[in-house]
């Protein structure tokens, strides 16, 4: 099965990449660099207010996911060696021509910009997949969908998804989709690793499945619903609702729940 990766410029994305290689032949890397990103929207005093309560109060939650990524940083210094080629923007034209070069089986896609129709075109024998580190259909966007289930106390949502891509948010046709298993012992840090770890785990099995013709193709509406979270609404009042929330995550992870449906 031969990969091509459409993939950020963070650690936790060169884990992946590894992980990926020892199993497949990646045949090339697309590097989405964000070295020009787009302008941000003016600075409320809503917002700049938010942001110094986070810096004053709430500075943990960041901090963790940054010791996460120093983790993977450590550990995976680099790409694997293959071809890689860089572009700002994964939308780039760049990244539809240079994939097509290396006729890929499968396009696997992590941790860019959300691809845009044209660059969806991009052919390949299998098609292109994605990855969400949340659990389809009932919990999407950003900009952390574990940290959104833990502030709003439904931690039977934390887990992983696989998924054919479309043009929506988080909205593609069903492959995987599991919840990340827990002791209830762990940090927050343990659990933002075991969520990433569980969702690059996944990833491996799902393209197993592809190769293997045996892959499923489930719409999610046939699953259930969810929410769209968003990362304007990622305030310090949702900070501090996880805090708040993860002090119940030990006694509440594993507790008899209505269990959502999952595709295996």
Avoid at 8 to 21: E, I, M, V, W, Y
Wanted: proline fraction near 5%; hydrophobic fraction near 40%.
């Amino acid at each position: 099965m031969k990969l091509v990766l459409w993939i950020g410029n963070d650690p936790n994305q060169f884990a992946l990449a590894h992980k990926l290689a020892a199993q497949f032949e990646v045949v090339g890397i697309v590097l989405e660099t964000k070295s020009n990103p787009p302008k941000k929207k003016k600075l409320t005093f809503s917002m700049f207010v938010s942001k110094v309560l986070v810096r004053l109060f709430y500075k943990k939650i960041p901090a963790t996911w940054f010791a996460l990524m120093d983790e993977y940083r450590a550990q995976y210094p680099n790409l694997p060696a293959t071809k890689v080629f860089k572009v700002n923007n994964i939308n780039d034209p760049e990244t539809k021509t240079l994939t097509e070069e290396l006729s890929p089986d499968l396009i696997v896609v992590s941790g860019t910009y959300l691809v845009k129709k044209e660059t969806l075109s991009t052919k390949s024998t299998h098609g292109i997949v994605n990855l969400h580190t949340g659990l389809s259909p009932y919990i999407k966007g950003g900009p952390n969908c574990t940290n959104w289930c833990i502030a709003t106390r439904q931690f039977e949502l934390i887990g992983n998804t696989i998924m054919w891509i479309d043009e929506g948010i988080d909205s593609g046709n069903l492959i995987l989709t599991e919840q990340t298993s827990f002791t209830g012992n762990e940090s927050l840090l343990d659990v933002h690793r075991k969520v990433m770890n569980h969702a690059h785990e996944l990833y491996l099995r799902a393209i197993n499945n592809i190769e293997n013709n045996t892959a499923q193709n489930v719409p999610q509406d046939k699953i259930g619903s969810g929410t769209v979270y968003y990362t304007k609404d990622w305030t310090w009042k949702a900070h501090a609702a996880l805090l708040r929330n993860f002090k119940h995550f030990k006694n509440e992870v594993n507790a008899p729940k209505s269990q959502p449906k999952v595709v295996k």
